[in-house]
């Protein structure tokens, strides 16, 4: 692909990207709520749900997946239940110092499992739906777009996702690091599990 097809589609994921949504909700919630244990493995499956949609859009299979689209809203609905589950699980979280909530939270969170929820809520949701199916073509002759292309396209993709990803990741660390109290950690743990439980919301509901 040329370079300013790339440039143009990158300015514009990283624009849908940054706009905060259910997924960048749930990921700043869990870092506030857990530190960066278990965050990388959720952010990937956020990347990959990406890539996926992407391949379908040059694919040309936005009326298959609209045929399945029962198979997405199932997926869908597992996501939000998970991150409902973990909200819960924040929200009645006993009191610890910020140096063993990692250390507790390891064995809780597995990473294949965050990895799933990660791309469940990728692929249940509107807005990334919408920006591959819809957008895209708008940007990008798809048509045009060989296996060589998908993987530039695919590269760009997640290069944006974790610079997008990355960044809210470092500011919910440097936030988390203002809480050393009792009283203001548990005011975390109800802030946080109250987000994440908003963000599963969110994504059951659209």
């Known amino acids: 692909m040329d370079i300013i097809g790339l440039v143009t589609f990158a300015?514009?994921?990283f624009v849908a990207a940054a706009s905060p949504g259910p997924g960048i909700a749930a990921l700043v919630a869990r870092v506030l709520g857990r530190g960066t244990q278990g965050a990388m493995a959720f952010t990937a499956g956020l990347a990959v749900g990406d890539v996926v949609w992407l391949g379908f859009?040059?694919?040309?299979?936005?009326?298959?997946?609209?045929?399945?689209?029962?198979?997405?809203?199932?997926?869908?609905?597992?996501?939000a239940a998970y991150l409902m589950y973990l909200a819960w699980k924040l929200w009645t979280?006993?009191?610890?110092?910020?140096?063993?909530?990692?250390?507790a939270a390891a064995g809780e969170?597995?990473?294949?499992?965050?990895?799933?929820?990660?791309?469940?809520?990728?692929?249940?949701?509107?807005?990334?739906?919408?920006?591959?199916?819809?957008?895209l073509p708008t940007l990008l002759d798809i048509t045009a777009v060989s296996w060589l292309?998908?993987?530039?396209?695919?590269?760009?993709?997640?290069?944006?996702?974790?610079?997008?990803?990355?960044?809210?990741?470092?500011?919910?660390?440097?936030?988390?690091?203002?809480?050393k109290t009792p009283?203001?950690?548990?005011?975390?743990?109800?802030?946080?599990?109250?987000?994440?439980?908003?963000?599963?919301?969110a994504i059951a509901a659209r």
Not at 59 to 78: D, Q
Not at 109 to 135: D, S
Request: positive net charge; aromatic residues 10%.
């Open 149 to 179: 292309g998908y993987l530039e396209l695919s590269l760009v993709t997640l290069a944006v996702l974790a610079v997008v990803f990355g960044g809210y990741m470092a500011l919910a660390t440097r936030a988390r690091r203002l809480f």
């Open 109 to 135: 969170n597995r990473p294949v499992r965050l990895f799933a929820t990660g791309l469940a809520v990728t692929m249940g949701n509107p807005k990334v739906m919408m920006f591959y199916l819809a957008l």
């Open 93 to 103: 979280a006993p009191v610890r110092p910020l140096d063993t909530v990692a250390e």
């Open 11 to 13: 300015a514009a994921l």
């Open 183 to 201: 009283r203001a950690l548990k005011l975390l743990n109800r802030i946080t599990g109250g987000v994440m439980g908003s963000a599963a919301v």
């Open 57 to 79: 859009a040059i694919a040309g299979l936005a009326a298959l997946a609209e045929a399945f689209h029962w198979v997405f809203l199932m997926l869908k609905y597992l996501g």
